[in-house]
């Protein structure tokens, strides 16, 4: 299996990983988080809980956003990595802004990000040790994701959820890729 | 009929005891997004977890106002029950997560967390 960080030439890795990864989040999943007035009309108990699992979500987010902003300043990622690092953080960016205006749309209240987060930075001692961070962090989201999507009450948001999860996945597998591991290691996720 | 609840009791109790760390790390790899085992993150993290009550982690500013009435406290019990259905174990919790379904995982994940439970020097 070709491994991204064996390969020599910046510009071959970065075909490589962009040609695999269509890394394109549906533009109709973010419709249905961001432009559809019919989730503004909808209020009450499950309203509420759905409005609690998307601020569960945005703070992950925002979190991500954060982490890959250690990773890119760290001056470990060579640069096609930190190319697609500062894509990926891009997608966490897109997730959150269009998660947060769906709270705002039903009411709600969206989190901010913390003033300051706390990572392991001190074993971060190369661009192994980043992405191996950065693929925990993304493995841990399509989890989080895959919890939420059945307790939302409206189906739309669960369908959007579901679009994130993808995204996320796929950033997992870009990340397993680059470390040499088996980018899909099995049929499901969990 | 009491007798047969005390001794299903007493066999969970056994199976919790009976969890594999090893796998139970494959399972924590899902809490990733929000969790860390020795930083506060979106959720609380988990060292110093067994005999803390829930809603009560140092330094940890995030917990949800039913998080903090529930009156757990986490154990091998009570966490069992709240990683199986955390919406339904406390109403309101912010950890909006279908939950661990399968016992044996959880089983696995609690022994996990039971091993790495030691919070770091600070």
Redesign the interface.
């Known amino acids: 299996m070709s491994s991204f960080l064996a390969i020599s030439s910046p510009a071959q890795a970065r075909r490589l990983f962009l040609g695999r990864s269509a890394l394109v989040l549906s533009g109709a999943a973010v419709a249905l988080l961001a432009g559809r007035d019919v989730l503004a009309a909808k209020s009450g108990k499950s309203t509420a809980a759905d409005v609690r699992i998307l601020n569960t979500a945005l703070g992950a987010e925002l979190e991500a956003i954060a982490a890959y902003q250690v990773g890119a300043e760290s001056g470990l990622l060579e640069k096609p990595v930190l190319a697609l690092a500062v894509q990926f953080q891009g997608h966490h960016k897109e997730h959150a802004d269009v998660l947060a205006s769906t709270i705002q749309k039903l009411g709600g209240k969206a989190v901010a990000a913390k003033s300051k987060y706390q990572f392991p930075v001190e074993s971060l001692k190369n661009q192994a040790d980043v992405l191996r961070f950065a693929a925990g962090l993304e493995k841990g989201a399509v989890s989080a994701y895959l919890g939420a999507v059945p307790l939302f009450a409206n189906r739309d948001l669960s369908k959007a959820a579901a679009s994130i999860l993808g995204d996320e996945a796929m950033h997992w597998a870009v990340l397993r890729n680059a470390l040499g591991e088996n980018p899909v290691p099995s049929a499901f996720v969990s | 009929m009491l007798e047969g609840a005390l001794l299903l009791a007493a066999l969970v109790a056994v199976d919790v005891k009976a969890g594999d760390p090893k796998a139970g790390e494959a399972v924590y790899?899902?809490?990733?997004?929000?969790h860390?085992l020795?930083?506060?993150?979106?959720g609380p993290r988990h060292c110093g977890l067994f005999g803390r009550r829930a809603g009560a982690a140092p330094g940890f500013e995030?917990y949800s106002a039913a998080m903090k009435r529930s009156k757990l406290v986490w154990n091998e019990n009570t966490l069992d029950r709240f990683l199986s259905d955390p919406?339904k174990t406390v109403p309101?919790t912010?950890?909006?997560?279908?939950?661990v379904q399968d016992a044996k995982e959880r089983t696995d994940l609690i022994a996990y967390l039971k091993q790495e439970g030691k919070c770091p020097a600070s």
């Open positions: 790899s899902r809490c990733l997004a929000c860390s020795a930083y506060h993150r979106t995030e919406l309101g912010t950890m909006t997560y279908a939950g």
